[in-house]
């Protein structure tokens, strides 16, 4: 009995210990990931994207505004911003404040769930069927937000199309608005010329992303699966809470022909879930290189290591 007493309160120590990392080290421990990932003309000079997604901002969390806001620092060209910006009513502000200097940059961006709707408590169970109902909480100021973006400059993807220079370059863009909320109108036909083709969507949806790959697209930016926010070393996310596979839960994966995908594990969480294990809050910097010479192709994005 001693023998059986002693596993099970070593067990729970352990339980207990590895809830308050996630909780009170992990969930706030800010880190930056930097892709290479090749996706421009042979000889073109790298152009910098910085990837912004899942903020799941509340007002009090000044410690992640303020991380956000150094990020402008990294002198990118040009910022995406991929929705689940608000958790609650009045984070707008906050938001704004952290995107601050940023603002002032080239941007573009689309919205997910919890920038329409606030989020509310779940069965996190439910995650690991893929087509399990979907509840929502109360309304949120989206339009405050969207006009504040658009008012910066910003260009509004939702179901659009755009273009933007941005490091001497020409970005032809198009985003779609939430597939889980069943928003999504793709605006399909051919590209306009330019130096690089860039979509945005929050949920990475495998029709969605293949949209874009049939239309030529470059790249596709994403977020939404929180790159499972619960990982397992050496095994990766239990879940994506989308289509995509467990190994594309996160970072920078070729998605189909010329086309790649980068999915953000993003910056925050549900505040009735406050935990992330061996998946800490990220923004990336994407450096977009020249595709290799003779047709040969990369398989994969090259990565460094995060900065916290």
């Known amino acids: 009995m001693r023998w059986g007493t002693r596993v099970f309160l070593g067990m729970v120590g352990a339980g207990a210990a590895t809830l308050a990392y996630s909780a009170l080290y992990e969930r706030v421990h800010w880190t930056l990931r930097r892709f290479d990932v090749p996706v421009l003309a042979q ?38 911003l991929t929705g689940d910006n608000l958790s609650s009513a009045d984070a707008v502000p906050s938001v704004l404040d952290a995107l601050g200097p940023l603002l002032r940059r080239p941007g573009a961006f689309v ?45 509004d993807l939702t179901n659009a199309r755009g273009s933007v220079t941005a490091g001497g370059r020409v970005l032809s863009l198009g985003g779609v608005d939430d597939p889980h909320l069943k928003l999504d109108r793709y605006v399909s036909g051919p590209l306009e010329p330019a ?14 992303l293949d949209m874009f790959a049939a239309d030529g697209y470059d790249l596709v930016l ?28 996160r970072g920078a994966h070729r998605w189909s022909g010329d086309t790649w995908l980068h999915v953000s594990a993003g910056m925050g969480t549900s505040p009735y879930a406050p935990i992330r294990f061996a998946c800490p809050p990220e923004v990336s910097l994407l450096t977009l290189v020249p595709r290799p010479e003779h047709g040969v192709r990369d398989t994969r994005a090259h990565e460094s290591a995060g900065v916290g």
């Open 111 to 155: 919205f997910g769930s919890n920038d329409y709707y606030g989020p509310v408590p779940k069965n996190p169970f439910k995650y690991f069927n893929q087509h399990h109902k979907r509840s929502h909480g109360p309304s949120l100021p989206w339009t405050d937000l969207r006009d504040a973006l658009a008012d910066s400059g910003w260009t």
């Open 43 to 80: 000889e073109a000079e790298p152009l910098r994207v910085l990837h912004i997604s899942d903020l799941h901002m509340l007002p009090g969390q000044h410690s992640k505004q303020e991380w956000v806001r150094s990020l402008d620092a990294l002198d990118p060209d040009f910022v995406a």
């Open 195 to 208: 130096d690089l083709h860039l979509g945005l969507v929050h949920a990475p949806e495998p029709d969605v």
């Open 222 to 249: 994403a977020g939404h699966t929180h790159g499972g926010q619960l990982r397992v070393p050496g095994y990766g996310a239990l879940v994506t809470n989308c289509g995509i596979e467990r190994d594309l839960a």
